[in-house]
């Protein structure tokens, strides 16, 4: 072999070490960086006709396992949706309580129950009377508490999916920019691992927000596409994903009942958008929380139309009237009543009504109210209320017209999970509230549960991609080593061209 050659392999494997060099301070550099994959190169022996020629280093590509990233993804889009849903149900959990802790619906609506009681045993005691409505008025301002919570929480996720579209599109774009950078450089020989890193930390991104799943083509571009099926964009030019603000009032509903979708080109794509943050508050907005208002609307009604049916107005809405029952779809005379009911201003203006009644009862229970000048003693309304307004049945021998559990809401395609069939007034607030209390509690457990295998699936990740610094020690001990052997390696050659210089001249 020529000193020509040696010294040209040598100045080759110096320039293959360099490069390996600027890739090892490019991992420890990242090495804390969330979501970096270790770069690696690789190296080809270079003959011709059997003679070594030296090496060449390929450019750098991610040390990646797909199927894992793919894993990770999926589970990121899982968590992250559990996260939206707990956020919303806790702030519900600190305003519904528990049942017996004397803020719950269940407690208020017992309070009332004490009072009427305690009213029966001195029917005109003016401050028996006043309890009365002071727990009546207790309990309808928790309803409304409770309901406003409920549309608050809707109210946020419609709000947080605006967020989310937003990033969603910037980090489409961003994918798509990186992409393009790529495709660029794929014919060349320059690297493109540090691209692929930054996009794949972009995909990681689009995965909180929504299940998806990605296609790399040879050409180095990277297709996305929703759990659904649906292609989402990331060329230059294309239209984003857009909802308008809108507001979750009473009543309200997707599709077609004041609140909008998800539209990509002008075509409705909400239910292709499932995971993550933004599947988590589509659910929250048209399904889990109406479904909670419903239950709530429902107890109302009934709770209204049992004391009206014993000849007590005591609940009504802001008219002064009770919404009635019986109408297509079941709730439609009282969709968000839970919102607006309150204590009858005839009632808090003359307490005694809780003893006289204001009408004659609908119940066959013959009753009619206690007349003005009336007996003072007068127990007969309080009497019905305590034995029928508060239990299982409307008069002696007649059940209570069990509330409704399906058909509920503004379209009438909700239902409860909780069957109330015979309930009285108190089983059915207890029902409602640990039915909605094991709502939250299940998706706290199950977020523990998915966050524990989001923490081991990322640990199997980084044992396969993430920068080991032990790893890339060892690396760098090797490759001072042969830093040092090329360098003699030239050394040598130029003493020996020196040598010959000398002997020709």
């Known amino acids: 072999m020529s000193l020509d050659s040696s010294l040209s392999i040598a100045s080759g494997g110096l320039a293959s070490i360099n490069a390996q060099f600027a890739l090892l301070s490019q991992n420890v550099a990242n090495a804390a960086t969330p979501g970096y994959s270790v770069e690696v190169s690789s190296q080809q022996s270079l003959t011709a006709d059997g003679v070594g020629l030296g090496v060449h280093t390929g450019p750098a590509t991610l040390q990646i396992n797909q199927a894992l990233q793919s894993s990770v993804m999926q589970q990121n889009a899982t968590v992250t949706g559990l996260q939206t849903t707990q956020s919303s149900l806790q702030a519900i959990d600190s305003v519904l309580g528990t049942p017996g802790s004397g803020s719950d619906i269940g407690s208020l609506l017992g309070n009332l129950q004490n009072s009427f009681s305690t009213l029966l045993t001195n029917p005109s005691g003016q401050p028996q009377q006043s309890a009365v409505v002071a727990s009546a008025t207790s309990l309808a301002q928790g309803i409304n508490t409770l309901s406003a919570t409920y549309s608050a929480q809707r109210q946020a996720a419609q709000n947080d999916l605006g967020s989310a579209v937003t990033t969603l599109n910037s980090t489409l774009a961003t994918i798509g920019q990186l992409s393009n950078q790529i495709v660029a450089l794929k014919p060349t020989d320059k690297g493109t691992a540090d691209l692929e890193n930054q996009r794949n930390a972009a995909v990681q991104t689009l995965s909180q927000l929504l299940n998806v799943k990605t296609i790399e083509q040879p050409s180095g571009d990277l297709l996305l596409f929703t759990a659904n099926g649906l292609s989402l964009p990331t060329s230059n030019g294309a239209s984003p994903f857009s909802i308008p603000n809108g507001s979750t009032a009473a009543g309200s509903f997707y599709p077609n009942g004041g609140i909008q979708g998800i539209t990509l080109g002008g075509v409705d794509v909400t239910s292709q958008m499932t995971g993550g943050q933004i599947g988590a508050d589509i659910t929250l907005r048209d399904t889990t929380l109406p479904t909670d208002q419903s239950a709530l609307d429902e107890f109302s009604q009934g709770l209204s ?9 005591l609940f009504t809405d802001p008219t002064g009237s009770v919404p009635a029952a019986g109408g297509t779809p079941a709730q439609a005379n009282y969709v968000g009543y839970a919102g607006t009911i309150q204590v009858s201003s005839a009632v808090t203006a003359n307490p005694s009504l809780v003893r006289d009644g204001t009408s004659a009862a609908s119940a066959a229970t013959g009753f009619t109210p206690n007349p003005s000048g009336g007996p003072a003693g007068f127990t ?6 305590v034995t029928y307004t508060f239990g299982t049945q409307a008069s002696s021998g007649v059940n209570q017209t069990a509330m409704n559990t399906g058909g509920l809401g503004a379209t009438g395609s909700l239902a409860v999970p909780f069957n109330a069939t015979g309930d009285t007034l108190s089983s059915y607030a207890s029902s409602l509230v640990s039915s909605q209390a094991q709502q939250s509690a299940t998706t706290t457990s199950n977020l523990a549960t998915e966050q524990a295998l989001q923490t081991s699936l990322n640990a199997r990740v980084t044992s396969v991609s993430g920068v080991n610094m032990d790893t ?13 052997a090329n360098a003699r390696v030239i050394s040598a050659v130029q003493a020996m061209f020196t040598q010959l210089l000398q002997v020709v001249q």
């Open 305 to 313: 139309s049992r004391f009206a049916a014993q000849g007590l107005t």
């Open 380 to 385: 007969a309304l309080i009497s019905n209320v």
């Open 472 to 484: 890339e020690m060892s690396k760098m001990l090797t490759l001072q080593n042969a830093y040092g």
